[in-house]
C-alpha cells in the first residue's frame, strides 16, 4: 500500500464548478499535511496546509482533514481554466519528520 | 527575497558517468530536501539536509549522495548513471528546523542519460 495515494484523474470539471481532490493516507500518526499544485513544466507551489481535524479556508480553496478516517481533501470553487494543473496531496509521516511523502498527484482540467 | 536556484537546469550524460547539481536555498533557510520526479514514480524522496547534517534518507541506492555546506547550500551526487535515472531532480527549502512541510521548490535540474 502505498504512503500517499490520490486518484490520478484527469478530474475534469466546467469552469465556475466546484472541484473535490482527495487524497488517503497510511500512517495514522501523521500530523502534517499539505497541498501542492504543479503546472506542467513547472515546480510544485504549496497552496494549503492542514494541521487540525476540520476544514480550513483559504479563499476559493478548502482543504478538509478527517484524521479518523485518515483521509484529506481539497475544494476548489468557482473553478478556473486557470486552476487546471496538477494537485499533489503530501503528508509528514510521523517518524520520519524530516521526510515530506507526496502523492503521485490528480490531474485537475477545468473545461471554458 | 531571492527563490531557491538549482544549477544547472538541463544536463545529458551517458551511463557510467556521474553529476553533481547544486541548489541555493532561500536566503535564511537551513533546511534542503532533494527530489527524484518522473512521469510514472512521481516525486521520491531522496534526502533532507539542515545544518550540514542529513536527517533523513529516502530508499535510494548509495549511488545517490548528498550534502549541505555551512552556508546552507546543497549539492547532490549520483556517480555510475543508469538510464532510469533520468528525472527531474527538485531541490526545495524550508525556512522552519522543525518537521519538514511548507517546502519551496527551485525549478529543478533536468537530467537526461543516454
Known amino acids: 500500500q502505498k504512503e500517499v495515494e490520490q486518484n490520478s484523474g484527469p478530474l475534469s470539471v466546467p469552469e465556475g464548478a466546484i472541484a473535490s481532490l482527495n487524497c488517503t493516507y497510511s500512517?495514522?500518526?501523521?500530523?502534517?499535511f499539505f497541498w501542492y499544485r504543479q503546472y506542467s513544466g513547472k515546480s510544485p507551489e504549496l497552496i494549503m496546509s492542514i494541521y487540525s481535524n476540520g476544514d480550513k479556508e483559504d479563499g476559493r480553496f478548502t482543504a478538509q482533514l478527517n484524521k479518523a478516517s485518515q483521509y484529506v481533501s481539497l475544494l476548489i470553487r468557482d473553478s478556473q481554466p486557470s486552476d487546471s494543473a496538477t494537485y499533489l496531496c503530501a503528508v509528514n509521516i510521523v517518524d520520519s519528520s524530516y521526510k515530506l511523502i507526496f502523492g503521485s498527484g490528480t490531474r485537475l482540467l477545468v473545461r471554458p | 527575497k531571492a527563490g531557491v536556484t538549482q544549477t544547472p537546469r538541463y544536463l545529458i550524460k551517458t551511463r557510467g558517468q556521474q553529476v553533481t547539481l547544486s541548489c541555493s536555498p532561500i536566503s535564511g533557510h537551513r533546511s534542503v530536501s532533494w527530489y527524484q520526479q518522473t512521469p510514472g514514480q512521481g516525486l521520491q524522496f531522496l534526502f533532507e539536509?539542515?545544518?550540514?547534517?542529513?536527517?533523513n534518507k529516502g530508499n535510494f541506492p548509495g549511488r545517490f549522495s548528498g550534502r549541505q555546506f555551512s552556508n546552507s547550500r546543497s549539492e547532490m551526487n549520483v556517480s555510475t548513471l543508469e538510464l532510469g535515472d533520468s528525472a527531474l531532480y527538485l531541490c526545495?527549502?524550508?525556512?522552519?528546523?522543525?518537521?519538514?512541510?511548507?517546502?519551496?521548490f527551485g525549478e529543478g535540474s533536468r537530467l537526461t542519460v543516454l
Open positions: 526545495a527549502s524550508s525556512g522552519t528546523g522543525g518537521p519538514t512541510g511548507e517546502l519551496f
Open positions: 500512517d495514522r500518526g501523521s500530523q502534517s
Open positions: 539536509y539542515f545544518s550540514e547534517t542529513q536527517r
